[in-house]
């Protein structure tokens, strides 16, 4: 038995792998019979995965011609075709051009509008090379608004932001002298001939005061009417400006601790003046601009009020003990001039202990005031409110002693993400002269995840999209811009999509900067942008 075991057994192990080959043969054919396409299934998931693994498409951009030192145009624009929410603001600003706002918009800023729309719309990444673009209808615009766009003498591309950002204010008939006017407290502002005037009483003010968000932009508004109808009305546009921020300022007395009011102004970018020095970081400008500052030349209001009470009270001892002097001619004319004068100064010097208790800042016509020695006080600026789109100037213009200007090389380092927290305020205000008008003392921020979600809810996060650089002196030299393009945000056509909020966050996505001089354009590293620290304008969007 052994031996038919031992000369069978090849034959044997043949049968049980031939078993054993159609047991696994029937259990996939069971398993496919029960699961159905699971396999493909799975294989269509594995594709997906690898294809969402995928290097982003390769985009190119377009360049410029430059039609006679227009190199501070060119900047600006590649610049700005970087911001989502600029995109999305002109596409408003056109749509509102073409059916609301016909009427009461200016010509020459309508056709700017439109003509800053089509040269940003073809500003946007590319799938393939495409030739440089002429931005010869814009200049022209341009120029019948301010002739020196077209003049072919060197310009300044700060300079041309703001005009093109007081353009597109115009457009929305939003102006900047008063927070009414500005759209943060109403969205509909009369055109000339208008019979509607909002009123707000003191309580509703201070509401509006803290309720200032853009939820105001979706209330209703009214409806448009034809110029020149006895009751013509402008209908507001219902989309905010995106570079609209706010600032506040307050002014306090060390002397005697009266704060004046914190008095808010809208802007739309930043001025920093970084000092002579070798480096330094965009955080530490900032710090600056909103250090507290003393003067040593300012009037204090309620000093001023007190010297002048303590005048009056003096004047009146003086003429009551002088009246008082004169005994039983209490009926002479000077008697009578003395009670007149004495009546007057009481009742000036009971305005001026009800304006000192309640309002100092109240007018006190018919008071000749009593201007104190100058006395040392404190100011200090703060935003207030964080604009979608923060422009920073970095004014780099130093006078020299000879009376000559010169320009500032200090390097001044950024980051891609810039959180300007230790830099707003809160919803404490102190009026301390020594402290500042709200949180803390401004310090450079901490990069860490959790201090980025948190300023990420406060809307104080921003990410570094786009920066114009100058080379040469001066007073003369060439403008040139680094932007960013989010390749997760290319369409399959080039075309640049907005980015989706729902999915947005600190986290740096996949991008890729450019250089971009007049139509020269090249892909740049990231150290190559972050190491170059002589920006002139740096472009943020919130995050």
Not at 368 to 378: A, E, I, K, N, R
Not at 406 to 413: D, F, T
Not at 420 to 433: D, E, L, N, R, V
Request: with cysteine; net charge positive; glycine share 4%.
């Amino acid at each position: 038995m052994s031996t038919y075991l031992f000369t069978d057994r090849p034959r044997s192990l043949a049968l049980v792998a031939s078993v054993s080959v159609v047991s696994l043969l029937a259990l996939g054919f069971l398993a496919a019979s029960m699961g159905g396409d699971g396999s493909k299934s799975d294989k269509k998931a594995s594709r997906k995965r690898k294809s969402n693994k995928k290097r982003p498409q390769k985009v190119f951009m377009r360049g410029l011609y430059n039609l006679g030192n227009t190199c501070f145009m060119n900047s600006t624009l590649q610049s700005l075709s970087s911001l989502d929410s600029f995109n999305e603001y002109i596409d408003n600003c056109v749509e509102f051009v073409k059916h609301d706002g016909q009427a009461a918009i200016d010509p020459v800023d309508a056709a700017i509008v439109m003509q800053l729309k089509k040269a940003i719309s073809q500003l946007g990444p590319q799938s393939h090379k495409v030739p440089a673009l002429s931005p010869r209808d814009l200049v022209n615009s341009l120029s019948r608004r301010v002739q020196w766009v077209s003049s072919k003498n060197e310009q300044d591309a700060h300079e041309l932001f703001q005009m093109i950002s007081s353009t597109l204010n115009a457009t929305r008939r939003e102006m900047d002298a008063s927070l009414f006017d500005s759209g943060f407290l109403s969205r509909s502002t009369p055109i000339e001939g208008s019979v509607y005037s909002p009123k707000i009483n003191t309580a509703d003010s201070a509401l509006i005061h803290a309720e200032c968000d853009e939820d105001i932009a979706k209330k209703p508004v009214l409806s448009p009417s034809r110029r020149g109808s006895s009751v013509a009305s402008f209908r507001m546009p219902p989309f905010s400006n995106p570079f609209l921020g706010m600032t506040a300022s307050r002014t306090a007395c060390v002397k005697c601790g009266y704060t004046a009011v914190i008095r808010h102004f809208t802007f739309d970018n930043l001025t920093l003046t970084p000092p002579m020095t070798r480096r330094m970081t965009i955080e530490e400008c900032l710090s600056i601009y909103t250090v507290i500052n003393q003067l040593h030349d300012f009037k204090c209001r309620n000093c001023t009020l007190s010297a002048t009470l303590t005048h009056f009270r003096q004047t009146l001892g003086q003429q009551e003990t002088e009246l008082a002097d004169l005994g039983s001619s209490t009926s002479s004319k000077k008697a009578q001039r003395l009670r007149a004068s004495i009546k007057t100064l009481q009742a000036n010097k009971t305005r001026l202990e009800n304006a000192l208790a309640d309002s100092p800042e109240d007018d006190l016509k018919g008071i000749d005031l009593v201007s104190p020695p100058p006395g040392v006080s404190t100011t200090q600026i703060m935003i207030a409110r964080t604009p979608k789109i923060l422009v920073l100037h970095l004014s780099r213009s130093i006078f020299l002693p000879s009376g000559d200007t010169a320009k500032n090389p200090v390097h001044v380092s950024v980051k891609p993400l810039l959180d300007i927290s230790p830099f707003t305020t809160t919803g404490h205000i102190s009026k301390s002269a020594s402290k500042p008008i709200s949180g803390s003392e401004a310090s450079s921020s901490n990069y860490g995840t959790a201090s980025l979600a948190e300023a990420k809810r406060m809307n104080c996060l921003y990410r570094l999209c786009a920066m114009v650089f100058h080379t040469g002196t001066h007073n003369s030299g060439h403008f040139y811009a680094y932007r960013r393009v989010s390749l997760n945000n290319s369409d399959e056509d080039g075309s640049h999509s907005t980015t989706d909020p729902a999915r947005d966050s600190f986290e740096d996505d996949a991008a890729q900067w450019f250089m971009i001089s007049d139509i020269e354009s090249k892909e740049v590293s990231e150290s190559t942008v972050f190491s170059s620290g002589h920006a002139y304008l740096l472009f943020y969007e919130r995050v």
